[in-house]
């Protein structure tokens, strides 16, 4: 007998399409998976990085004056606005939380690319949580046996002509908001204390001057819970050594905060008049000029006629102070002088007036913020 099999044909071409078309519509599923597995994966990366970059922001721009007015946690935190990444791969925002007088947590939810645009497939964005323990180090000037306008170490110090030190407080012209008044020390060293052609007079304070052994070579390199180096590192100008004649610069409005001449304005007419840099120089300097904030002078300072400096001032080496020009130099706040081989001199029209004033608000305002970190959290959902 034979079999009729006409149709065959047809129905295996069937099975082999049907086939083939699962094989082929497999094919394209794992593809797309595989493709959406990688997507999500680099979404989350975007979002991790744009957390971490956003705890960063905020310790790079931290306001030592804004954190530390804020309340602790539970009864106040601190808002971070809502904001595009510098590398724009993503968004971040978040809070800050004081948990006691110096330890803060900083609390980041960071979004991939995909929250900076609408998507067809309707994606919801990545999302990344960063949370950063910082401990605040606290900076404090000067150390003991004593604060003073002046603190010159044992190579001594030399003060000749019109110059003056004086350690009665005293605030700066057009400051305002500063603390109660006190006094200091007008020259302590460890040194040899010289004045010639007179010049006794010009140093005045509680007492005048003191000699004394206690001062040793850590109290002009450690700072409370600070070192010498740590506040070189967390400098916002770092310049070679050379001769500098900063002054305040403005524009479009704003004070440049990136040129690196621009020290601030310590006659306090907006806009760097709320600008306080830390300001390392890694060699022998000569300063003229103005500004404000804290100075480091790794080398010798050659201090010449026209600068006015409110702050803090802290020089490895010895300083040279000649004080030419029509206008005398002037530092307003506190200077240390470590010294070297040769003896620290000031002569011509050089002041040195102790103010609570300018020492309090150069602390508070420096852009930079000395930190310990620990991580807190990281988490991707």
Known sequence: MVKNERGIALATTLVIMTVV????????????????????TRNAEQAFGAAETGVY?????????????????GTDSILIADSLSPQKS????????????????????GK??????????????????????VRIRSISFPAPPGKAALTVGDSGIKVNGASSVNGHDSIPPTWTGCPPPDSAIGVLSSGTINTKNGNKGGIQGAPATDSTPQLVDSNFTVFGGVTYSQLGSAASITLPAG????????????????NTLNWGDGVHT???????????????????GTGQGILLIDGDLNLGGNLQWYG????QGAMKAAGGGKVGANVWGIALIRGGLDETKINGNI???????????ALNGTSAVAVSRSRAWSQLY
């Open 21 to 40: 078309s699962g094989l082929i519509a497999g094919i394209i599923f794992v593809g797309t998976q595989e493709q959406r597995v990688a997507d999500n």
């Open 57 to 73: 922001e905020v310790l790079r721009t931290w306001s030592p004056t804004k954190m530390s007015s804020h309340g602790l946690v």
């Open 90 to 109: 993503g968004r971040y925002s978040g809070t800050v939380y004081r948990l006691s007088g110096d330890l803060y947590l900083i609390d980041v939810i």
């Open 112 to 133: 991939d690319s995909l929250g900076l645009r609408s998507t067809a497939r309707g994606d919801v964005a990545a999302r990344s949580r960063q949370g950063l323990l």
């Open 243 to 258: 001769s500098y004649n900063p002054a305040p610069v403005v524009t479009n409005g704003v004070c440049d905060v990136s």
């Open 270 to 288: 907006q806009p760097c008049g709320g600008y306080y840099p830390i300001v390392h120089i890694t060699g022998d300097a000569t300063v003229t």
């Open 312 to 315: 803090v001032m802290i020089v």
């Open 351 to 361: 002041n040195f007036q102790y103010s609570k004033c300018g020492l309090t608000q």
